[in-house]
């Protein structure tokens, strides 16, 4: 049986990001869209997969987060999805998260001082992004 991650992760979306420009849908899988600030950077879209949530970074990148704690209820598992989208987007939206990639691939991390390598940058885009925009330089942290 799916998880409501729906039912669980649409009212706590609202109630945690007021400020954010959120649409639900467009499509019955999108759960919710929201639009950074800046046109460069676009949008981030929250699938509900059934057991999991992806969340797509622009057209840059993807990534999914579930639980597989199998011990828990599906209910404990789907707060617990929850709460790591949650935390996930409350360090995208304070610029804390850098996120890079072609679309084929790429990738996203807490912002370091350490800049992404050459390899990455090579195979995964030369460009970094913060929520709020570009990075000034690419790999910049």
Do not use: N
């Not at 007021?18 to 639900?24: I, K, S």
């Not at 390598?117 to 995964?124: I, Q, T, V, Y």
Request: hydrophobic fraction near 35%; charge should be negative; glycine fraction near 8%.
């Amino acid at each position: 049986m799916p998880l409501q991650l729906s039912e669980t992760l649409l009212p706590r979306l609202r109630e945690a990001f007021p400020e954010q420009r959120m649409e639900l849908g467009p499509e019955a899988h999108i759960l919710a869209t929201f639009y950074s600030p800046s046109p460069e950077v676009g949008a981030l879209a929250i699938q509900d997969d059934g057991d999991e949530i992806t969340i797509f970074l622009a057209d840059r990148t993807h990534f999914h987060i579930e639980c597989s704690d199998e011990q828990k209820t599906e209910q404990e598992r789907a707060e617990d999805i929850t709460t790591q989208v949650l935390e996930f987007l409350t360090k995208l939206f304070a610029d804390e998260i850098e996120f890079y990639g072609t679309g084929a691939s790429g990738g996203c991390r807490e912002r370091q001082a350490k800049k992404r390598g050459f390899l990455s940058r090579l195979l995964l885009g030369g460009r970094s992004y913060v929520w709020s925009g570009p990075l000034a330089q690419s790999g910049d942290a």
